[in-house]
Nanobody, 123 residues
Framework: QVRLAESGGGSVQAGGSLTISCAAS????????MAWFRHIPDKGREGVAA???????TYAESVKGRLTISRENDKNRMSLQMNSLKPEDTAMYYC?????????????????WGQGTQVTVSS
């Protein structure tokens, strides 16, 4: 059974940095697409960043230049390095995987989800 487990969330002041990670287990190989989504109260779910096995990542405009997604294919792990955090980055962050060759930032392209990790940025 495939499973995704996020870790590394927490609280940080505005301008600070945080790294969250996702460990994928139960896969026979590497997931084609790995992505981070976040759920913001009153705004809903938003795609943050996505990365395929061997291609350049995709980012939401709101996080470009501040957040960096990476993956370690040999370990089936993915991370999101978050710098220059803003209060509006406060959200529950979810790891997701999908089977498409191209990794978009919309949720219906992903079929496995983690439980989420909370990131809180105070002003």
């Amino acid at each position: 059974q495939v499973r995704l487990a996020e870790s590394g969330g927490g609280s940080v002041q505005a301008g600070g940095s945080l790294t969250i990670s996702c460990a994928a287990s139960g896969y026979s190989g590497n997931p084609a697409c790995m992505a981070w989504f976040r759920h913001i109260p009153d705004k809903g779910r938003e795609g943050v960043a996505a990365i395929a096995r061997y291609t350049s990542p995709t980012y939401a405009e709101s996080v470009k230049g501040r957040l960096t997604i990476s993956r370690e294919n040999d370990k089936n792990r993915m991370s999101l390095q978050m710098n220059s955090l803003k209060p509006e980055d406060t959200a529950m962050y979810y790891c997701a995987t999908g089977d498409r060759a191209i990794c978009p930032l919309h949720a219906d392209a992903y079929n496995t989800w983690g439980q989420g990790t909370q990131v809180t940025v105070s002003s």
